[in-house]
C-alpha cells in the first residue's frame, strides 16, 4: 500500500535560515509525488510536483525539492524563509489516488 | 472565475442528525475529490469521481454518500452524523488525473463539529 511519511510535525526556523522539509514514500519504483502548502484557513496550494527527468524540481514562492530514489525521499527546501512561509506543508504522492503525507507544521521566527 | 466553492464555512451537528456539504466548481474539470484532514493526519480521500455519473470510494468511505449529476457539483452527504466524522472537509477538482498537468484545485473547506 502507498503511503507517505513526513517525519517532523513541527519545525521552526529563524527568518533568512534555510529551510528542509523531510518526505519518505514508500510506493513504486517510479512515484508521481507533489508538494503542497496550506495557509491558515485555507486549502491546499501545489507548491512543486515531480513526474520523473531532473530529480531536482522547482516549484512557485523559492521552493525547490529533490528526488532521491535511493533513499525514497522527496525532501523540500527553501535557501531564504521569509516569515510569509508559515503554514502547513504537505508531501503527496499519487498512484492511483493522491496519497498525503501528515504534514510539517513550518513556523518562522523574527 | 470562482474555482472550488464550499458551503457551509463551519457546521455543527447531533449525533445523529444529517447534513449535506456543497461543493461546486466552475472550471470544467472532470475530476472531483472529497477528502477529510484530522490534525496529525494529513489529507484522507473520502470519495471521488471521474465524471458526472460516476463515483468511487476512497480511503475512507464509511459513513459517507456522494451523487454527481452534473460536472459542476459533488455533493457530500453525512446520513448518521457521528463524533468521528468531526473534521475539516475538502473538495478539490482537476481536469485529469494529477500526473498529467492537471493539478488539484482546493476549496477552503468546511469544519464540521458533531457532539
Known amino acids: 500500500a502507498q503511503s507517505v511519511t513526513q517525519p517532523d510535525i513541527h519545525i521552526t526556523v529563524s527568518e533568512g535560515a534555510s529551510l528542509e522539509l523531510r518526505c519518505n514514500y514508500s510506493y513504486g519504483a517510479t512515484p508521481y509525488l507533489f508538494w503542497y502548502v496550506q495557509s491558515p484557513g485555507q486549502g491546499l496550494q501545489l507548491l512543486l510536483k515531480y513526474f520523473s527527468g531532473d530529480t531536482l524540481v522547482q516549484g512557485i514562492k523559492g521552493f525547490e525539492a529533490e528526488f532521491k530514489r535511493s533513499q525514497s525521499s522527496f525532501n523540500l527546501r527553501k535557501p531564504s524563509v521569509h516569515w510569509s512561509d508559515a503554514a502547513e506543508y504537505f508531501c503527496a504522492e499519487y498512484r492511483n489516488m493522491l496519497t498525503f503525507g501528515g504534514g510539517t507544521r513550518l513556523m518562522v521566527k523574527p | 472565475n470562482a474555482g472550488v466553492t464550499q458551503t457551509p464555512k463551519f457546521r455543527i451537528l447531533k449525533i445523529g442528525q444529517s447534513m449535506t456539504l456543497q461543493c461546486t466548481q466552475d472550471?470544467?474539470?472532470?475530476?472531483m475529490y472529497w477528502y477529510r484532514q484530522d490534525p496529525g493526519m494529513g489529507l484522507k480521500l473520502i470519495y471521488y469521481s471521474v465524471g458526472a455519473g460516476i463515483t468511487d470510494k476512497g480511503e475512507v468511505p464509511n459513513g459517507y454518500n456522494v451523487s454527481r449529476s452534473t460536472t459542476e457539483d459533488f455533493p457530500l452527504r453525512l446520513e448518521l452524523a457521528a463524533p468521528s466524522q468531526t473534521s475539516v472537509y475538502f473538495c478539490?477538482?482537476?481536469?485529469?488525473?494529477?500526473?498529467?498537468?492537471?493539478?488539484?484545485?482546493f476549496g477552503n473547506g468546511t469544519r464540521l463539529t458533531v457532539t
Open positions: 478539490a477538482s482537476s481536469f485529469g488525473q494529477p500526473t498529467r498537468n492537471s493539478p488539484l484545485h
Open positions: 472550471m470544467n474539470h472532470n475530476y
